[in-house]
Structure formats: structure tokens, C-alpha cells
């Protein structure tokens, strides 16, 4: 299994974090490799990623299911490949530091199947990044749109 985990503190309160953060259209394209994404209801939705790894164009595809939320400290969610044989999990959470937030992102992927052997080592090379980049990206978003 690979985990990323990342934190910031942005300088805005917890509430307007999580007005950002808790509306999916606001920050989807910051997820790196983001192609699209497409809302199924307010609990599920189907993204799209491409990217290339050594030399080697993929498009992938997970189900994102949300799983909790609880406003304005904690959403929690499941992944699942569509294209791929992967599992996952995650969660952002924000608390309250003196009138600042600090925010965590926190993404777990697990590869299975036969391809699980191949895709593991790129998978624990590529979450804990890609877990860094969204939470920054994110942070600045919210710095300016607030």
C-alpha cells in the first residue's frame, strides 16, 4: 500500500476552507493528472487522470465514493479503479490554530490483481507526491479566492 499525507496551514478561518473545499467543482482540476471528472450524485463521482510514467502514456479512471462529512472538520472518501485493479481511501481534515486552518490530505492506494506487482512501486512513487501537489494546490486556490 501507498500513502501520502500532507499538511499546510493557510491563513484563513476554518469555515472558508471548508466552503472551498467541500465543493468538488472548485478544486478539481487541481488534482495533478486531472483529464475530467463527472459527478454521478452528491456522493459519488468518476474521475479521469492521464499522465505518463517512464515513457508510458496511461489514462486511468477511479470511482471517488464519499463516505463522511462532517462540515467544517472532515470528509472522508473510498477509490476504486475502473480501468485498473486499485483500492483506496482518503480524507481531508481542517482545524482551527488561532484564526488560521490547518488542512491535511490524506490519500491511501492499494494495487491488486496481476498488475498489483507492476503498478505498486509506481504507486508508492507517485501518491505521496501527487498528495503533496493537491494540498498545495488547493491552498493556494483558497488563498486567492478568499
Not at 491535511?104 to 507517485?126: D, F, H, M, Y
Request: glycine share 6%; proline share 3%.
Amino acid at each position: 500500500m501507498a500513502t501520502g499525507t500532507h499538511t499546510v496551514e493557510i491563513p484563513i478561518d476554518v469555515q472558508a476552507v471548508w466552503d472551498y473545499v467541500s465543493d468538488l467543482e472548485k478544486w478539481a482540476t487541481t488534482v495533478p493528472a486531472y483529464k475530467e471528472h463527472e459527478i454521478i450524485n452528491e456522493k459519488q463521482s468518476i474521475w479521469t487522470f492521464e499522465g505518463s510514467v517512464k515513457g508510458i502514456k496511461k489514462t486511468i479512471q477511479a470511482q471517488v465514493d464519499i463516505t463522511e462529512w462532517n462540515e467544517p472538520s472532515n470528509i472522508k472518501f473510498e477509490l476504486k479503479g475502473l480501468s485498473d485493479n486499485f483500492t483506496g481511501s482518503g480524507h481531508f481534515t481542517t482545524e482551527d490554530v488561532n484564526g488560521k486552518t490547518t488542512m491535511t490530505c490524506t490519500v491511501e492506494v492499494q494495487a491488486g490483481g496481476l498488475s498489483g506487482a507492476v503498478l505498486t512501486p509506481i504507486i508508492k512513487w507517485a501518491v505521496p507526491k501527487v498528495t503533496s501537489r493537491l494540498t498545495e494546490s488547493i491552498a493556494r486556490k483558497i488563498a486567492v479566492f478568499s
